[in-house]
């Protein structure tokens, strides 16, 4: 018995290591039968992440290494960090958006500042999320709502859309603020398309969408097996970019037909340092990092979260927090910019078979050697195929259906969801999200500003009172039950006084009222002096005022103010059955 | 019968004028026993408007006529239109202060543009009240919850009250931005207070406390009827009005001690003039003009309601708005400043036995006969007996009680009044107010992001179901009953889902779990997105889930959308004890 509770505490510690440090739970004793499944993963993530990175950095206005770099110790710091087991991680479309949209605003004079700037965007994002997990306060990002996410991600996808145009068409097209501005410009600029680096996008898009929509079914009918050709699908990144690179330097398009090609891109390790400690920068900057910090985050948790629950794991939203945030670190200390979970890598990494964190140290190990070896083979790679692979990856981000589920399900949500696609592409990324936010919060406080009453009575001869006019129940004369659907607070509580004296106007016979407060779940200081004024007023008029089902959290704070005592202990009943046996 | 319609209509017509013509409802048909009240009332406000007018055109920066025009056409217009018998409009402290720190933040070259940004505020004010009335939107400011209208109040007291230091001192302290330079402006001029100024207001403070304190009780002593007292201690700023003019024309104190006073103020009527349409002023003094507008609004229909119920007369909101907009469209054309009503001047209207808005009427003739015969008595009057009226009359607006008490009833609600209390000194008043407001709803929203669930069971043999940890209830094994008191909505899906999955981890044997509704008001689509993911996890999992009590319009959205279906129709129970019947 003596020595239980050092038992307790050595485990207490051991399960505080183990929720810090995940990997304790698959390394110390790594399954080897998990090993096929996540080298398989680990490589073709890895074909998918080259490409990918390299078009994303593009996307992000940073030099080709930035994606790469990215992609190196990110990886290896969720993959020991993260409580996901298939989460992959690095650059992703929204957030190289959010960064060429933040820095882009703060018109840096150059490329290094530019540069600069995108390792203090990823240093600050990594703060911002370490500090949210350490303080547990990841719940804060349920406040971004499903429409808001829904039509900010939809209009995301247009924004990175039409951000490619230049490079799908070939032509200079500078960079504007806002998203009218940019269609302007294209239309201006549409006469001067190449004509050949118009072929290569389309080539190459063309091959994405067959890759994407058709491959799968096609290699299944010549007899593939399913999981070959679900990897297969995954490699049309890595084909176009092959076949557009042989294309551009076989038939120097570059030189003879104006063909922008990605270039130099150095070989070897990224540099490690130290991203500026620049105060004004940091201020500027900071708002871009707390955007970046909040979606990305519910970017990368909605997706872990719905493929771990097919698995059964857990995840922990504040360890994904410490996770991304050191993962950030890292991409701020060796020459990336901020990552996050992507969405289709991560269903990539799960459906190859990733089992555990090492898929995503695979996956690391391979783009490292990718940067120490293969770079001079990324020279003739040709803008337009890169934009083709950022289009088609995006496409599938705008949700067409969404919108009318939600308009069908309640107008309010479907509005919310419109606002805040709106906003995004008329007053910008940031402000967008902001609007979108403030609308559904008005929209959510419109909609209990008016709550829903109803006037009850009983079913049948059983304990039960349901609404008068849908269910076919005994009422009594003198007697109104009354049940209002809102918690009692600030934007509800005039409407509801109003309501109760029209009733009562009404019924010049009535005796007594009981307000049913079963659906209120909270009554604030705002409310109770309305109540305090309604019952004087019920008072004056003759009506007795009663409540019923008050709620023992409800109960206790109307007690410990005195209110109770006030109104009298009798006038409060447990249920409404006992409130009608009284009464009547 | 074939008349019947015709006569529907006129009677509806009438109803329409009616509610936009209140008068019509006592001035056609003047009942003379209202009279006496009537005429009495509109004197005793005149005696407290003239002195408190001048004085809060001086708080205002205004010119002293200012405040007696304003306390005229304004006063008439609202007598007509207004829904309230008693409500007593005109200059109020807290509009005054709103107009010097709106005004004073877009430095005025001169007191003429000063008055003329004035008279576009006035009209302003007028059209948003009005247009808010005509749209019906009146329920918008019951967005300002109780706790920041008393935070703000308070806090504008003690704003006021440190402006009018300089006037009690006889100094000149520049006006400054924020209140708390104010503090050191005061500190650094303290030095250099005139004697006799701080003597003149010293005794003309002391003198209004002891008629608003002491003077009723000891009229009473003394053998004076009750209702006459009670005039005679409204008399204070009137006594110390003429006893300080005596003072200071008696004793040439203006010239051989420097002692500020009044000055010339205009005889006659004011001059009928349409403010300036300048843009440029229009735009930098909306976002004022809609403060004004909100917060006049709030403190003219708390008081007017709280009256009205004791008489058992209604207010209509909207009518309300649309009568206080014209009467500040009056005072925009005749020379005045934004009005409203205000609290002290109505209940001494009430008290005094104000029927009609015959009262109202008769306090504007009786300004106007001041404004036409009597300006020159008010060279003499000193600013440092009109700072002492200001002072006193702002006192009673610091409420220390009403935080204890909000802190008392609940944390959340005490900290929205303290944020805004502390807001509005240290941002300054608009700010103050909006990050009140939004404090309030953040609070709010974070209430309801942990929601209260309760595992319940059955109260002895009745259909009733209580929380487990509160009373004594029958449970079953295999069988959950889990009720959460919340709307299921954004800020709080992921977190009920949280609840549950770790409430069947625990449980082993569990095969049923009935969510139970009675106090879910809505669902939104997120929270509809985490619940179908839920069952799907539940189902994983062997766990039955049913759903018990949902509300009828929640059940509507529930099955037009097809998750009733998918759920299937004989996992909704109607109460709870149905679905034990069944289910056990």
């Given amino acids: 018995m003596a020595t239980q509770p050092a038992n307790l505490e050595t485990h207490t510690t051991s399960l505080n290591l183990r929720r810090y440090l995940p990997f304790l739970d698959w390394l110390l004793h790594y399954d080897t039968k998990n090993l096929s499944g996540d080298v398989i993963a680990g490589i073709i993530v890895a074909v998918m992440l080259v490409p990918q990175g390299v078009a994303y950095a593009l996307l992000a206005g940073l030099p080709p290494e930035a994606g790469l770099y990215a992609s190196i110790a990110p990886l290896i710091i969720y993959g020991l960090l993260g409580t996901s087991r298939s989460l992959a991680v690095g650059p992703t479309a929204v957030v190289s958006l959010l960064v060429i949209t933040g820095i882009g605003s703060l018109n840096p004079a150059n490329t290094t500042e530019y540069v600069e700037m995108a390792l203090i965007l990823a240093l600050q994002v990594g703060i911002i999320q370490l500090l949210m997990g350490l303080l ?223 898929a995503s140290i695979i996956t690391a190990g391979l783009i490292l050697l990718t940067v120490i070896f293969l770079t001079p083979l990324f020279y003739y790679l040709p803008n337009a195929v890169l934009a083709g692979i950022i289009v088609v990856a995006v496409s599938g981000l705008f949700d067409f259906k969404a919108f009318k589920h939600a308009w069908a399900y309640d107008h309010t949500d479907g509005l919310s969801m419109f606002i805040t696609f709106l906003a995004v592409l008329v007053v910008g990324i940031e402000m967008g999200i902001l609007v979108g936010v403030a609308a559904s919060l008005v929209l959510y406080l419109y909609r209990t500003s008016r709550p829903h009453t109803a006037i009850i009575g009983r079913i049948d001869d059983t304990e039960h009172f349901r609404n008068v006019q849908r269910h076919s129940v005994t009422t009594y004369p003198q007697l109104t039950l009354i049940r209002v659907d809102e918690s009692l607070y600030f934007p509800n509580a005039t409407y509801l006084e109003e309501e109760i004296l029209g009733l009562v106007a009404d019924q010049p016979d009535l005796t007594d009222l009981v307000l049913v407060c079963s659906a209120v779940n909270y009554i604030d200081i705002s409310a109770l002096e309305v109540l305090e004024k309604l019952i004087h007023e019920l008072h004056d008029a003759g009506v007795r005022f009663h409540m019923a089902e008050v709620k023992g959290p409800v109960m206790d704070r109307l007690q410990q103010i005195g209110f109770i005592n006030e109104l009298g202990q009798d006038r409060v009943f447990i249920s409404t059955h006992a409130a009608v046996c009284q009464l009547t």
């Fill in 136 to 358: 547990r306060v990841g719940f804060l990002v349920n406040f971004l709502s499903h429409p808001v996410l829904v039509g900010f991600t939809s209009a995301a996808a247009i924004v990175i859309g039409f951000s490619q145009v230049k490079h799908l068409i070939g032509v200079d097209i500078p960079r504007t603020e806002h998203f009218y501005e940019t269609l302007v410009e294209i239309g201006q600029h549409l006469g001067q398309t190449n004509i050949t680096t118009l072929t290569l996008s389309g080539i190459s898009v063309l091959i994405l969408l067959l890759f994407k929509l058709r491959l799968g079914a096609m290699l299944l009918r010549w007899g593939v097996s399913a999981s070959v050709a679900q990897v297969l699908t995954k490699t049309g990144p890595l084909v176009v970019v092959v076949i557009g690179t042989m294309l551009v330097f076989g038939g120097s398009l570059y030189q003879t037909n104006d063909v922008a090609v990605v270039g130099d891109v150095p070989a070897g390790l990224p540099a490690l340092g130290m991203p500026s400690l620049d105060i004004n920068l940091w201020q500027q900057l900071f708002p871009i990092a707390l955007t970046i910090s909040l979606v990305g985050f519910m970017e990368s948790i909605s997706v872990a979260k719905s493929l771990a629950s097919k698995k059964r794991q857990k995840i922990d939203a504040n360890q994904e927090l410490v996770a991304l945030g050191a993962a950030n670190f890292g991409a701020a200390f060796t020459g990336g910019y901020p990552v996050t979970g992507g969405l289709s890598r991560t269903l990539v990494n799960y459906n190859a078979g990733a089992n555990t964190g090492l």
